[in-house]
């Protein structure tokens, strides 16, 4: 069964750092992009960033290039977002799913990830 768990959110001052984990079980990841979304009350589900299978190709939205991190240690089965000076639009919860793909094409979009986790709440606010 494929599993995707998120941790590492909470609440954090504006300038502030966060890495968030994305832990997976149940298939083996080193076969799979995996990547970032977030969404806001209110707000589609955007997507933040995107790793390949071997890291040799990581992709970042405009709002976080520079200030987020994605890596992946594949013996740990484990996926991270680094988060520095987060902002107040930062705001959302946060998620990692399994793109369909060993690379990211279209890695903005939904349509091309087939699992999910459940999301971890990052607030940004003083």
């Known amino acids: 069964q494929v599993r995707l768990v998120e941790s590492g959110g909470g609440l954090v001052q504006p300038g502030g750092s966060l890495r968030l984990s994305c832990a997976a079980s149940?298939?083996?990841?080193?076969?799979?992009?995996i990547g970032w979304f977030r969404q806001a009350p209110g707000k589609e589900r955007e997507g933040v960033s995107c790793?390949?299978?071997?890291?040799?190709?990581?992709y970042y939205a405009g709002s976080v290039k520079g200030r987020f991190a994605i890596s992946r240690d594949n013996a740990k089965n484990t996926v991270y977002l680094q988060m520095n000076s987060l902002k107040p639009e930062d705001t959302a919860v946060y998620y990692c799913?399994?793109?369909?793909?060993?690379?990211?094409?279209?890695?903005?979009?939904?349509?091309?990830?087939?699992?999910w986790g459940q999301g971890t709440q990052v607030t940004v606010s003083s």
């Open positions: 149940g298939f083996t990841l080193d076969y799979y992009a």
């Open positions: 790793i390949s299978s071997s890291a040799g190709s990581r």
């Open positions: 799913a399994r793109h369909v793909h060993y690379d990211c094409s279209n890695y903005g979009e939904t349509r091309m990830y087939s699992s």
